[in-house]
């Protein structure tokens, strides 16, 4: 049974930053493209940041810069460091695993920007 585990989320004032966690059992996240997603309330579901098993890494456009996947095989455990975080990074996070239509999903963790 695949299942991912979503941890990290919180409030944090803009300018801050938190490290998202997303721990992966029943796949080997090194063999499949992992990726984090999120969903702004009012808003359609977005790729943040996609991690693949080739290790290449890609991020949507509003986050370059600022933030930063990256994995861990000993613990099989795939990570989004969040830096500058801004009011409109505000959305439940979401953690896949081997793509949206056939892949899996965590459960999700919210992330709040506000002062």
């Known amino acids: 049974q695949v299942q991912l585990v979503e941890s990290g989320g919180g409030l944090v004032q803009p300018g801050g930053s938190l490290r998202l966690s997303c721990a992966a059992s029943?796949?080997?996240?090194?063999?499949?493209?992992m990726a984090w997603y999120r969903r702004a309330p009012g808003k359609q579901r977005e790729l943040v940041a996609r991690l693949t098993s080739g290790g290449s890494t890609n991020y949507a456009d509003s986050v370059k810069g600022r933030f930063t996947i990256s994995g861990d095989n000993a613990k099989n455990t795939v990570y989004l460091q969040m830096n500058s975080l801004k009011p409109e990074d505000t959305a439940v996070y979401y953690c896949?695993?081997?793509?949206?239509?056939?892949?899996?999903w965590g459960q999700g963790t919210q992330v709040t920007v506000s002062s």
């Open positions: 029943g796949i080997i996240f090194s063999n499949n493209n």
């Open positions: 896949n695993a081997g793509g949206i239509h056939f892949g899996f």
